[in-house]
């Protein structure tokens, strides 16, 4: 089953274009990677197929539902991590995880076991009790991914989900990331080709708006006859 199809999907920005017409299917159970340096429209895509801006024209259909003409269908289907502002930054881990529980939950019993699951799936026992403030940028991604997949979405978007993280807190947070694999669709972006190689089934290309290339980490570098994938953004 397809999870997205794009159709012609654009957005301006006073004239200016930042997502140009864009086509692709992405199948369900699929972990695709949007890989472009700044400005190359990677958020703008996700805000559009999450329905926080309207397309200029297009449209997108998410798992049978128009962006246009049924988003409040398709905010249902989708989450988006990380999003920082989710996070209560005085809240402990516990309470942050509860409290979206709750939100989704349809008791307090129910909302605290599922909670407890997602604190044992993602790892986080050990800084249950911890204000999320205090927590490395890491352990945040982790517990705001973790965030995102309490309302059971059947799409999750990673927008950047290591930027500014060091490198051992990088590949932790792509193990993670591993696992989630054929449990949900993902779609995430990042400005690291070797993250995109890592993590993703297959790779899209984006640079001033426009899909430059698309295809599997291995058909990309055949396509590129290069092992740089950083040429083919130019
Ligand atoms: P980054 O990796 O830096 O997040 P990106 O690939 O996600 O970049 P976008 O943020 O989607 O790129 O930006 C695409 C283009 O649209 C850029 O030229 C940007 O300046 C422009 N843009 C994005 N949001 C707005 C906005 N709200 N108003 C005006 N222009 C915008």
Known sequence: MI?????????????KIAVNSLNLTIEQGELFAWLGLNGAGKTTTIKMLSCLTKPTNGDAIILGNSIISNPIKVKELINVSPQETAIAPNL?????????????????????????????????????????????????RRLSIAMALISEPQILFLDEPTLGLDVVARRELWSVIKRLKNKVTIILTTHYLEEAESLADRISIMAKGELKSIGTPNELISKTNTARFEDAFI
């Open 3 to 15: 999870a997205i199809q794009t159709i012609n999907l654009t957005k301006k920005y006073k004239g």
């Open 92 to 140: 402990t881990v516990r309470e942050n995880l509860e409290f979206i529980a709750g939100i989704y939950g349809s008791d307090k019993r129910q909302s605290k076991q599922k909670a407890e699951d997602i604190i044992s799936s993602f790892e986080l026992s050990s800084i249950t009790e911890e204000k999320a403030k205090t927590l490395s940028g890491g352990w945040q």
